[in-house]
Each structure stands twice: as C-alpha cells, then as structure tokens.
C-alpha cells in the first residue's frame, strides 16, 4: 500500500525565514515522489520531483530512504510562496497513479 | 499546448439527484485520471483509464459513481444518486501513459469541477 503523510495542516513563516514542509511515505518497493503546488485560485501543478534533482523558484526536496522521508525545503520564503503544498508519491506496477499527502498550508507573512 | 478541460466549473445539486462532468485531455495523453478531492484533504483517485480501458478502479463508489472513455479521449464522470458526502473538487488529469520509463510521466491536472450537494 501506498500512504503519503504530511504533518502539519498549516505553516506559517516571515518573509526571508527558511522553510521547510514535512513529507513521510509508506511504500514498499522503490517510489517516485513529487511535490505539487496550488496557488489560490489556480490549478495543480508540478513542482518538483526527485529524480530530477532539480531547483524551481529556489526550493528543493531530497528524498531520505532511510527516513522515508521528502521534506520540501527553501532557504528564504517570499510572499508568492504562500500556497497549497501536497507531498505525492507514485509506485510502479501497471498503473504509475499518483498517491496524495492531506496537504499544507504555507503562507508567508511581509 | 492545451490543457486538460473540464466542464462545468460548478455544480449545485440535491442530494438524491445526479450529476456529469466531463474531461478532455491533452492531446496524444493515452492515460486519464478522476481524482475527487474533498475540503481539507489531497487528491484520491477514483478512476484511471488507458486508452479507453480502465486500468484501476478500486476506489472508485460503484454503487453511484460510473465513469466512461469510450473513444480513448475524452471521458465522464457521472454519480447517480449524489450524497452530502459528494461534495468535493472533482480533478481530471492526463498523461502521455505509464511505461515510458521513470519519471516520463507528464501529469498534468484540469482546473476541476467544484460539486456542491445540499
């Protein structure tokens, strides 16, 4: 089975604070994982994904096996980072679907 | 290129009647997902399609909820009789389909139909 945890519902920082929004996942075999964005009034989108290794808008996940773990991390958190984050993960097999965190609430006061 | 369509944006209906949305995916994306998200929580899938078979479907209420993809494009999602319970964000999403190696995967989500059932 697949489980994806967020622990925190809400998360609030200053402008210029690092941040860091929790993600643990529960899966047997060798997962992908992915963090989603919604900004107000738009839809799902990609942010990243492990195994691009990859830097959008200055924020970055390393995936942790050994704590199962994806944290989403940013060394200094602006306004426009205030959004919906989801934690995601994807097994293999036959159908490659996408399992959901509950999701966290960033909001980054001035 | 387009995005994943969804119509309609809202819907408010009764408990006890029945409601459709619909989903057009990107073009060429073989593989179509219904995710239901309810206030507070992340997406759950309830249906996935290759092509215009379903390929999971184990979440999905069959009691009420029936989804279709008849020509392998776009697709519905209908529940029949709706409950209190259905009101959530109704998301569809394409991608180019499964096999194309890890990390190929090209998730991309509709803006979603938002069901309100009183």
């Known amino acids: 089975a697949q489980r994806v945890t967020q622990p925190e519902k809400l998360l609030s920082v200053f402008k210029g604070a690092p941040v860091e929004l929790k993600c643990n996942y529960s899966?047997?075999?060798?997962?992908?994982l992915f963090w989603y964005v919604q900004y107000s009034r738009q839809r799902l989108q990609l942010l990243l994904r492990?195994?691009s290794r990859e830097s959008i808008k200055g924020f970055t996940a390393d995936l942790n096996k050994g704590e199962t773990s994806f944290h989403l991390k940013k060394p200094f958190a602006q306004e426009e980072d205030s959004a919906m984050y989801y934690c995601?993960?994807?097994?293999?097999?036959?159908?490659?679907?996408?399992?959901f965190g509950k999701g966290t609430l960033l909001t980054v006061n001035p | 290129e387009a995005g994943v369509a969804q119509s309609p944006r809202y819907k408010i209906i009764e408990k006890r009647q029945s409601v459709a949305f619909w989903c057009n995916p990107i073009?060429?994306?073989?593989?179509l997902y219904w995710y239901q998200q309810i206030l507070g929580q992340g997406p759950k899938l309830l249906i996935q399609?290759?092509?215009?078979?379903?390929?999971?479907d184990s979440q999905l209420p069959k009691d009420r909820f029936s989804a279709e993809r008849l020509k392998g494009v776009d697709s519905t999602l209908k529940i029949q009789p709706a409950k209190l319970e259905d009101s959530a964000v109704y998301l569809c999403?394409?991608?180019?389909?499964?096999?194309?190696?890890?990390?190929?995967?090209?998730?991309?989500f509709g803006s979603g139909t938002r069901l309100t059932v009183v």
């Open positions: 999403a394409s991608s180019l389909g499964p096999g194309l190696g890890r990390g190929n995967y090209g998730y991309t």
């Open positions: 899966y047997s075999g060798s997962p992908e």
């Open positions: 492990h195994i």
């Open positions: 995601a993960l994807r097994g293999g097999g036959s159908n490659y679907k996408l399992t």
């Open positions: 073009s060429g994306h073989a593989t």
């Open positions: 399609f290759q092509n215009n078979g379903v390929v999971d």
